[in-house]
């Protein structure tokens, strides 16, 4: 005897049934004798879910999309960096203070300026009017 969990394509139902053989199954099937148990369709199939098995399909596919996403996005932030590397002037933690030195003093500066500042510093820059832009800043090892 085997039992084979079957769905029904006319209203999604799904049942077990046993079956002598899986040959006895595929004789019935053709033979258009194996029903709907609940609308008598004749539509009906084998229900090949194996849950885990698609589970672990589908995360492996969405592991690989998220890996060519985030290399995506790290090319992205390199270029980022390189870009502000070569044209803003590294101020490293006076960052709040040379932001608001270039916003008070008006101080000609032909480079924007970049450098870390605490949460704290960027909302009191916010507030006294100085806008700033954090960029996710990825910590390049090799350089
Ligand atoms: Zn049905």
């Known amino acids: 005897m085997i039992k084979y969990n079957l769905l029904c394509k006319e209203c999604e139902l799904t049942f077990d049934s046993w079956?002598?053989?899986?040959?006895?199954y595929d004789k019935l099937k053709n033979k258009k004798l194996i029903n709907c148990h609940s609308c008598g369709s004749v539509r009906v199939e084998k229900n090949l879910m194996?849950?885990?098995?698609?589970?672990?399909d589908i995360s492996d596919k969405n592991g690989k999309k998220d890996l060519i996403k985030y290399q995506k996005i790290k090319k992205t932030l390199?270029?980022?960096?390189k870009f502000i590397k070569n044209n803003f002037d590294y101020v490293g933690k006076n960052f709040?203070?040379?932001a608001r030195s270039i916003h008070y003093n008006n101080k000609k500066k032909y480079k924007g300026i970049y450098g870390t500042a605490s949460k704290q510093d960027l909302k009191e820059l916010k507030e006294e009017g100085i806008e700033t832009q954090i960029v996710p800043w990825l910590e390049n090892k090799k350089n």
């Open 50 to 56: 194996a849950p885990k098995v698609i589970n672990k």
């Open 96 to 98: 709040a203070y040379e």
């Open 78 to 81: 390199n270029e980022y960096q």
């Open 19 to 24: 079956f002598a053989s899986s040959k006895e």
